[in-house]
């Protein structure tokens, strides 16, 4: 239950930039438990590992528009760790990228968040599947009763037309009698 929770966790920290799922470096910092400088300086030393689909670097517009999602938090919440005043672009890294993280931080609780993470960006995706196929059902019923709510007016159209004509009065429903009858 716990690794669910940890899963789900993980899974608001995932952020959708340039078509891409990812994670900024400072949540990965975070969770793995080492400072978000000896994080670079390990993906720097080992640059081969991190091609460009794995990691990028964001550019200032790209932080702007992050800044602005999380401009309801005030200086003293969250708002510090996503970068209030930072000096250097942050790196994003895909699913890909975090699972080449656990190679380049050898340490056990970097092995242990990779899974967690792996965890997290795999329900993600079945989450995502499975609203893309209800998007798809409902799609397939709009389309196939589009027409039907247009033939019922037309009907229901008639049928007041034809009222109108006979000037039929409603039928009274049969009341039955009260008391005693004679044979």
Known sequence: MSNLIAAEAIATKILEIRGKRVMLDRDLAVLYGVKVKRLKEQVHRNIKRFPIDFMFELTWDEVQSLRSQFATLNAGQN???????????????????????????????????????????????????????????????????????????????????????????PPTPHKPTIGFTRD
Not at 113 to 126: H, S
Not at 142 to 154: L, Q, V
């Open 79 to 169: 708002i510090s760790k996503r970068g209030k005043h930072i000096k250097y672009l942050p790196y994003v890294f895909t699913e890909q990228g975090v699972a080449m993280l656990s190679s380049v931080l050898n340490s056990e609780r970097a092995i242990q968040v990779n899974i967690m993470i792996m965890r997290a960006f795999i329900k993600l995706r079945e989450i995502l599947l499975t609203h893309k196929d209800l998007a798809e059902k409902i799609e397939e019923i709009e389309s196939k009763y589009a027409g039907h709510s247009e033939i019922i007016n037309e009907i229901l159209e008639a049928i007041i037309i034809l009222l109108k004509r006979q000037r039929v009065p």
